[in-house]
């Protein structure tokens, strides 16, 4: 991290920064500037860009043909699209979890090991040490210890979700990025998952985007407006719920469109 970035607590800002599908641009020269070890939320209407510009954040728009970004992304202080950045490396930084559960059909233990495997790290005693971490921190462990090689398709879909999130943990991150991580979860689920979002504030910067208002205002420090790939307002959480300064906001949160 340069010591301008340091300074400012910043750790991920994006300069005039777009993505475009072919000639459509879906995220619109955005600036934003995310805080180091705080929850900043994402929120806004169905097809508005916000997913788009999380992907955008550990390149996994790359798979998609046809898709380009411009601007500055800047992860400390490193344009994320520049020619010298190695996308692989990219993403043992900045975790994702996404909208569904997606375990491996694999045993939990490999799933959670997955990563460190990949990135050379075989020892069977460091592997145990990685995989009883990454489960405890996803409040997980106690469910599955001692079944960690029983198929991770056989677990429930709230379980599923703590399992990814131990996959991604398990690569020791600095970002972790979540895609609508509660939205095919039931309430109580949805709670674990919160509550364990509250929990990991301040090991990790987390951005989340969420349709679920209530959720972004119970888990967040900032928030993030967008519509129409524009990013309308980015302010305190709190700030932004109760005395938003855009007239779009107030529509938005208020129920008037959406």
Known sequence: MNEETKREGVHLEARGFSVFYGAHEAVC????SVP????TAIIGPSGCGKSTFLRAINRMNDLIPGCRAAGELLFDGQNVY???VDAAVLRRRVGMVFQKPNPFPKSIYDNVAYGPRLHGRCARGE???????SLVSAALWDEVKDRLHMNALGLSGG???????????????????MDEPTSALDPKATARIEELIVQLRGRYTIAIVTHN????????????FFYEGNLVEF????TLFT??????TEDYITGRFG
Do not use: F, H
């Open 82 to 84: 520049g020619s010298e």
């Open 243 to 248: 005395r938003p300064r855009e007239k779009r």
């Open 29 to 32: 020269k955005v600036d934003l």
């Open 213 to 224: 208002m209530q959720q972004a205002a119970r888990v967040s420090d900032r928030t993030a």
């Open 36 to 39: 180091c070890g705080l929850v």
């Open 235 to 238: 302010d305190a959480t709190e």
């Open 159 to 177: 379980q599923a979700q703590r399992l990814c999130l131990a996959r991604a943990l398990a690569v020791k991150p600095e970002i972790l990025l």
């Open 127 to 133: 592997l145990d040490a990685i995989v009883e971490e």
